[in-house]
């Protein structure tokens, strides 16, 4: 069974920096989409970051400009969060398996998900 446990979330203020982990385990492919995505308060979620687990070419939204990473180790998807600003604010998840092909955080729908790490951040 998919399992996707995240880690790494919470607190900090305005310009500082979180790495998230997302440990991931019996995905039932060989290639796949990998992503994160994240849900603020009273906001629908939102795509952050793709990347395919083999030939990554990840893919940002525009809202992160250049201040995300996205990256994997082994069985491990990273996000590397720098600069954060409060508007950040959110629960992060991350997912992975496109059934629909597109691996890109605008269009993806991912089938297995994570339940999430919250990360805040204070101005």
């Known amino acids: 069974q998919v399992q996707l446990v995240e880690s790494g979330g919470g607190s900090v203020q305005a310009g500082g920096s979180l790495r998230l982990s997302c440990a991931i385990s019996?995905?039932?492919?060989?290639?796949?989409?990998m992503a994160w995505f994240r849900q603020a308060p009273g906001k629908e979620r939102e795509g952050v970051a793709t990347?395919?687990?083999?030939?990554?070419s990840p893919v940002y939204a525009d809202f992160v400009k250049r201040r995300f990473t996205v990256s994997q180790d082994r069985n491990t998807l990273y996000l590397q969060m720098n600069n954060l600003k409060p508007e950040d604010t959110a629960m992060y998840y991350c997912?992975?398996?496109?059934?629909?092909?597109?691996?890109?955080?605008?269009?993806?729908?991912?089938?297995?998900w994570g339940q999430g790490t919250q990360v805040t951040v204070s101005s």
């Open positions: 997912a992975v398996v496109s059934p629909s092909g597109w691996c890109r955080p605008d269009l993806a729908d991912f089938k297995y």
């Open positions: 019996a995905v039932p492919y060989t290639r796949y989409c």
């Open positions: 990347m395919y687990n083999i030939d990554p």
